[in-house]
């Protein structure tokens, strides 16, 4: 089936480690995106990609890094340096209509 | 900023039950959608629909781009409709790229 898989689910991290959060899509998209969403809010853009090896700075890309490297990945780090990391996060891809889709999410919490 | 109105903030309804939701936006409307985001926190695509109406199912979905504003419509509601509904439109501009205005949402609970 075509769609958008994320990688953990769950994932704990102890204050002060790295985390990678997986993103792959069979869509044939050519941009993918990646969302945080806190409790009883809306989403908030992390980092977007239109095309390979060119990726974008979204409204709070600070603490969080990316790579663009195959069409059908953007796996999103989640650093040390970003200061309140426990969130719900999303991972889309769009086609050049502009309609999104998204992967199921990955809840990440710092312990 | 761009201001998304979702009305009603929460909607208790009996299984069977018939609802509409409506969303607002204070700007143009281009790539509207709406999402049923499910309790385990899924987003799940209901409805891509920049103008005009669309049904699929027990939902149907209308926007009226002119007046910038959108329904969605839910008849005979089963419990698995229960989650919270979304409006989004996702902008697709050099300088907005990504950038979604979305909706507080609906929180949709229906009774057996």
């Known amino acids: 089936d075509g769609g958008i898989t994320q990688s953990p689910k769950y994932l704990f991290r102890k204050e002060g480690q790295n985390v990678t959060l997986s993103c792959e899509q069979n869509l044939n998209h050519d941009a993918m995106y990646w969302y945080r969403q806190d409790p009883g809010q809306g989403l908030r853009l992390i980092y977007y990609s239109q095309i390979v090896n060119d990726f974008q700075k979204g409204d709070i890309a600070e603490g969080y890094s990316v790579s663009r490297e195959k069409k059908e990945s953007f796996p999103l780090t989640v650093t040390s340096a970003q200061k309140n990391p426990t969130a719900f996060y999303l991972c889309?891809?769009?086609?050049?209509?502009?309609?999104?889709?998204f992967g199921e999410g990955s809840r990440l919490t710092v312990l | 900023g761009i201001q998304v109105e979702q009305s009603p903030p929460d909607l208790i309804l009996q299984e069977g039950a018939n609802s509409t939701l409506r969303c607002n936006f204070s700007?143009?409307?281009?790539?509207l959608q709406w999402f049923h985001q499910n309790p385990w926190g899924q987003l799940i695509n209901l409805f891509y629909i920049p103008s005009g109406t669309k049904q699929n199912g027990r939902l149907s979905a209308t926007t009226v781009a002119t007046e910038r504003y959108s329904l969605l419509y839910i008849s005979s509601s089963q419990t698995t409709d229960s989650g919270v509904y979304f409006c989004a439109d996702p902008k697709m501009t050099t300088d907005s790229w990504g950038k979604l205005q979305f909706g507080a949402g609906t929180q949709v609970v229906v009774t057996p």
């Open positions: 889309a891809s769009s086609e050049s209509t502009g309609e999104l889709f």
């Open positions: 700007d143009s409307v281009n790539n």
